[in-house]
């Protein structure tokens, strides 16, 4: 009685769509183009904007931008609300269609998607105007920081493991092993990913036999438990800290949660996303896909996360320090007329050590407070380690 001929592929693809998204933002059908750019993702190559998102009453929510992509450099925050995309409402709209419109036609369509985004703190609605590139994630970057190791893992894909343990004996050979004292681990911004690579990351800081996450289904049946193989590959009975925000997703959080709850880490940042369920992939016989909610994610303790997240052991939000000089009021013992000279103050060397020192410090603090305030609490720990051992 329709009054228009109907595409009866697409109208049973748009009705099972629409049936899987009643259930949860994470449950939808993927056509047979979309189920081989899910199966890219999870490669670490894709094309679009780099933007990871989910739906949230009716609207679309930036989970994070992935570093480096064309929404990071544009602006786009995790947080922000995707109010219109090339000028249509996403009201209403799925959350595949979305994902479909930012991506463009195909893997080489390199077009200008134009957004409008609501963010908390505005009055108005933000525009941003941005092309379409090829998204090639590198998800571990690794460096030194003084005598601490310092990686970023941006998403949980295949090589992630593999390049964490590369990147970790490279930073670890340039300080030389003797001489590190502790491991900050940024997951900040991680939308998560593959479950097996975030065990992987797991083991590596853990005793063997300890408990990772457990998968539990309908009316609360254990489904899989993951317990680590190894014992502590990497920093051994070093300190660790471990960064997370409002951005750190699914993986992330299952990383943050076993280190937190079999006491291997202090973390650090603000209260994670709180995606703590398990999704499926189907595939069909007509080339696409279902992915469906099937399970909840359980830290060591036992404990959900979804809708919840991870609470950091000290919550730390962005910030800068801004110096008061209190030399104007204060007055100190050097201050005062024929005091006893410290023969170490007038070394060149002292002078020069506490220079650079304070010099990189405020330069941390400016550019990142949240792994300033990490860096400080390892080497507090180092110190306390070392004089303990001394007495």
């Known amino acids: 009685a329709y009054v228009e001929d109907v595409d009866e592929d697409k109208f049973f693809e748009a009705s099972l769509n629409g049936m899987l998204t009643s259930l949860d933002p994470h449950s939808a059908y993927f056509s047979k183009e979309e189920y081989e750019q899910l199966v890219n993702d999870t490669q670490g190559e894709f094309s679009g904007l780099g933007i990871e998102v989910t739906a949230e009453n009716s609207f679309i929510k930036v989970i994070t931008p992935i570093d480096d992509s064309p929404a990071y450099k544009a602006g786009i925050k995790a947080g922000d609300y995707i109010n219109t995309i090339n000028d249509k409402a996403v009201m209403n709209m799925t959350l595949s269609e979305a994902v ?10 390199r077009g200008i998607v134009k957004l409008t985004i609501l963010r908390t703190g505005e009055k108005e609605p933000l525009e941003f105007k941005i092309k379409r590139d090829l998204i090639k994630t590198d998800p571990v970057k690794a460096r030194a920081e003084g005598d601490i190791i310092y990686i970023r893992i941006s998403s949980f894909t295949t090589p992630t493991y593999v390049n964490m343990i590369k990147e970790f004996n490279r930073v670890e050979n340039e300080i030389g092993k003797e001489n590190v004292k502790g491991l900050v681990l940024d997951l900040r911004n991680n939308p998560g990913g593959l479950l097996d690579a975030s065990v992987f990351v797991s083991d590596a800081f853990l005793d063997k036999g300890k408990k990772i996450v457990s998968i539990k289904g309908k009316n609360g049946t254990l489904m899989k438990e993951y317990k680590s193989l190894n014992d502590q590959d990497l920093i051994p009975n070093l300190p660790m800290v471990v960064l997370i925000n409002e951005g750190s997703a699914s993986a992330s959080e299952i990383v943050a949660g076993v280190l937190q709850d079999n006491g291997r880490a202090i973390i650090v940042g603000n209260q994670s996303f709180g995606k703590g369920s398990v999704q499926s992939v189907i595939p069909l016989n007509n080339g696409g896909g279902i992915k469906l909610t099937i399970a909840k994610y359980y830290t060591p303790n036992d404990i959900s996360i979804q809708a919840e997240g991870i609470k950091p052991d000290i919550e730390v939000g962005l910030a800068k320090i801004e110096e008061i000089d ?30 650079q020192l304070k010099t990189k410090n405020e330069s941390m603090y400016n550019k990142d407070y949240q792994l300033a305030r990490a860096l400080d609490l390892l080497l507090g720990i180092s110190f306390y380690n070392q004089n303990n051992k001394a007495e």
Request: net charge positive; charged share 50%.
């Open 100 to 109: 479909k419109m930012m991506r463009g036609k195909n893997s080489k369509d």
């Open 326 to 355: 209190t030399s104007k009021w204060i007055v100190k013992e050097n201050d005062l007329k024929g005091h006893l000279e410290n023969d170490d103050e007038n070394d060149i060397v002292h002078k020069e050590m506490k220079k």
